[in-house]
């Protein structure tokens, strides 16, 4: 009983939802919730916050050892070892979450509850780094109710580190964009007052930005905003280009209105009517990639939904195995399939701040055990994470 009851200090108490976004915070944007000045350019001081070096970490930087979390699943199966390696480092996490999801499968039918949360854990690492946060918000509070129904401490601490990690991601994400967005207003307001310098180089950095966090209409805004850039400098042919690639962007998102808007828009005497065809068919077929999309999504959830049927239902192995098809046919989409459709930036923003409150009290409960069981590698890196709380 003594167990239990010193075991329970480690539940939070705090709900996992997200509380919905709120209209009126668009009133306290800048003035609660934007680091920079409206004029661009500024550097840091000496002494600045090192969380902003985080905010602006590499694309290409990894958020987790690869080479050690397999290690610690321990895979007999060495061909799929290599392929999940493999799917890792080339950046296909969706192929790699089917891999590992078939991992969990197996664990699942032989009881080893071990393997199987490991499993879970890891799911969880790569789902983040996919920026698929639901997603791995799911596989993680899978690991920790496993963990904790078998007295896992251990399993328990590094669920409660990675659910911190997590909600330190959503807050990471929602800064950058705010950060985009505001360097879009920026740019914007340059080109409204004639202020052209650095603006073009400002704005293609936004562009990346955006695409880098899978904002694709934030996107093709820019390259709308680019567009009328070149056209305040009679640039008219980079204009064309400009607007061109803002359409395609919309066109794979299935917005085709704004597409149409845009071709309507392009001078004709600077393009061929070949020209015009050929970009006409392309767009066309984004858009159908784009319903193809539409219709594996769909399905991916309707195969999800019989996971939880049956597993409600007790049939345990053929549960898995529709979450298995799943996640199969969502590795057959784009990425622009799961980011299509994203909140305003003041529903963001506001969505993060309770984002760094679940993640201080969740790395608090790892840090607690960590500290209790004296693993200082792992404590110091919770305490790592909960400095890049902002």
Known sequence: MASAMNFRRYIPDHAVTTVPALALMFAVHYFLLSDDSVESGIELVAGAPAYYDHWQRASDESEFDIDSELERLELDDSARDQLIRDYLQQGKYQ??????????????????????????????????????LAAAEIYLQEALYLAMSHDNVMATARSYQLLGQLNIRARELARHAANTWD??????????????????????????????????????????????LHDKVHDGYQAQLARIEAARLFASTGQMTHVRRLLDGLDRSLISDSDVAYIDNEFQRLFQEHQQDLIKTSQARDYQMLYYHYLRKGQVERAWNFRIKSSET?????????????????????????????????????????????????????????????
């Open 330 to 390: 969502l590795a057959n989409t784009s990425d622009r399939s799961m980011f299509q459709r994203q909140a305003d930036i003041i529903a963001v923003l506001y969505s993060s701040n309770f984002a760094m409150e679940r993640a201080k009290k969740y790395l608090h409960q790892a840090d607690a055990i960590y500290n209790d069981a004296g693993v200082s590698e792992m404590l110091e890196q919770t305490r790592e994470m909960e400095s890049l709380i902002y």
């Open 183 to 228: 360097d879009l207003w920026q740019a914007r307001n340059s080109i409204a007052r004639g202020y052209y310098q650095g603006v073009n180089e400002n704005l293609q950095s936004v562009i990346r930005d955006n695409l880098e966090i899978r904002r694709f209409g934030a996107a093709a805004d820019a390259w709308e905003a680019l567009a009328s």
């Open 95 to 132: 192929q790699a979450r089917t891999q590992l999801l078939e991992v969990a499968a197996v664990a699942v039918s032989q009881d080893d509850q071990a393997r199987l949360g490991d499993t879970l854990l890891l799911l969880g690492e790569v789902a983040i780094n996919q920026q698929e």
